[in-house]
C-alpha cells in the first residue's frame, strides 16, 4: 500500500481537534481480529535525558562498569540542558513534549505469567533472590511480552487512507497500547533496519499492521510513509499531550510482591519484598532500558 499523501500534503489547521473518537472511558488494548488492517504509527518516546542514561549506563556496561548515582544525573542534566538550548524557548514556556526524542521509539520489555486464578502477573523470577525465586518458580514458566503506544488513523477495512477518511484524520484518531509478542517485535525491528539503511527509521513512518492470525494476534508489519500526525505542529502537539498521559499505563498485567504471591499461593512466611526505583530518577534504567 503507497502513502496516500503528497510529500508537501498539510492539513487542515482548522479541523485539527481532540476528537471525541479517541477519548476512552477506559483505557483500550490494541487487539485485532483476522483479516483486519490498520494504519499507525508508533508514539511511545523517552526524554532526552531519559536516552542519554541509558546510552551512558549501556555504554558503561559493555566495559563491565557501573556509573555511580552522581554520575547518572550529570548525564541526564546535560542532556536536558543541551535540548532546553536547541529549543530557544523561554524556560516557562517547554512542555514535557519539548523534551521528547521522537528520533527513538521506545517499548517495554517483560516477563508474565498466568497463574490459576490470579490471572496475568508480571514475573519477578530472578530478580529478588534465590529464596523468593523458589516462590515464582511455582507458578508458570514466564514469556516475554513487549508494550508500546500507538496512534491509530480512520480508515477503510483494507488500512487505507481514502478521499472519505481524509477529512476524519485529524478528529478520529485514537491512541491505544498494544501488548505483542517477541516474534512481532523482531518483525518491528526487521522493518526498521530496513529503513535506516535508507537513513529513515519507525520512528517518523506509518505503519501498516496486518493481522493473520486473531487468536494468538499473529501481525504483520510493513511500512506506509512519511507519518501523518507529524506532519503538522499542533496536530503533533495534540498526539503527543494525549500519548504522553499513557506512558505509565503500559503494563497490562498485574505486579505482585514476591511476598504478595507467597501469600496468595498459601506458602506462608515471609520473603523479600519487590524493590523500585524512585520517581524521577533514572536508578530503573540500571536494570532495564
Known amino acids: 500500500m503507497s ?40 508514539i511511545y518516546f523517552h526524554s532526552y535525558d531519559r536516552n542519554a542514561v541509558a546510552n551512558a549506563v549501556g555504554a558503561a556496561k559493555e566495559k563491565n562498569e557501573k556509573l555511580t548515582a552522581e554520575q547518572i544525573q550529570s548525564v541526564g542534566l546535560t542532556a536536558r540542558e543541551e535540548r532546553l538550548a536547541t529549543l530557544g524557548k523561554p524556560a516557562d514556556q517547554v512542555t514535557a513534549a519539548d523534551l521528547l526524542d521522537l528520533t527513538e521509539v521506545k517499548m517495554k520489555m517483560f516477563w508474565g505469567s498466568y497463574p490459576e486464578g490470579l490471572g496475568y502477573l508480571v514475573n519477578r523470577l530472578g530478580r529478588d533472590g534465590a529464596e523468593a525465586d523458589a516462590v515464582w518458580k511455582k507458578i508458570q514458566e514466564p514469556k516475554l511480552y513487549f508494550t508500546t503506544l500507538l496512534i491509530v488513523y480512520p480508515t477503510n477495512s483494507r488500512g487505507e487512507v481514502t478521499e472519505n477518511e481524509k477529512p476524519r484524520l485529524t478528529t ?18 526487521t522493518v526498521n533496519g530496513g529503513l535506516k539503511a535508507n537513513g529513515l527509521g519507525i520512528h517518523a513512518q506509518d505503519i501498516k499492521l496486518e493481522c493473520k492470525d486473531a487468536q494468538y494476534q499473529h501481525i504483520d508489519v510493513s511500512v506506509l510513509g512519511p507519518a501523518i500526525w507529524q506532519r503538522h505542529e499542533r496536530f503533533r502537539s495534540l498526539v503527543l499531550a494525549k500519548a504522553m ?13 514476591t511476598e504478595q504471591l507467597r501469600s496468595k499461593l498459601g506458602m506462608g512466611g515471609s520473603t523479600v519484598s519487590a524493590g523500585s526505583g524512585s520517581a524521577g530518577d533514572y536508578s530503573d534504567l540500571l536494570d532495564q532500558v
Open 172 to 189: 478520529d484518531w485514537r491512541v491505544m497500547p498494544w501488548r505483542f509478542s517477541k516474534k512481532t517485535y523482531e518483525k518491528i525491528w
Open 3 to 42: 502513502d496516500p499523501f503528497d510529500t508537501d500534503y498539510t492539513l487542515d489547521e482548522n479541523a485539527i481537534e481532540l476528537g471525541r473518537k479517541h477519548v476512552q472511558p477506559r483505557e483500550e488494548w490494541l487487539k485485532m481480529t483476522k483479516g483486519q488492517c490498520l494504519r499507525v504509527a508508533f
Open 245 to 257: 498521559t499513557l506512558y505509565d499505563k503500559l503494563l497490562p498485567f498485574r505486579e505482585m510482591t
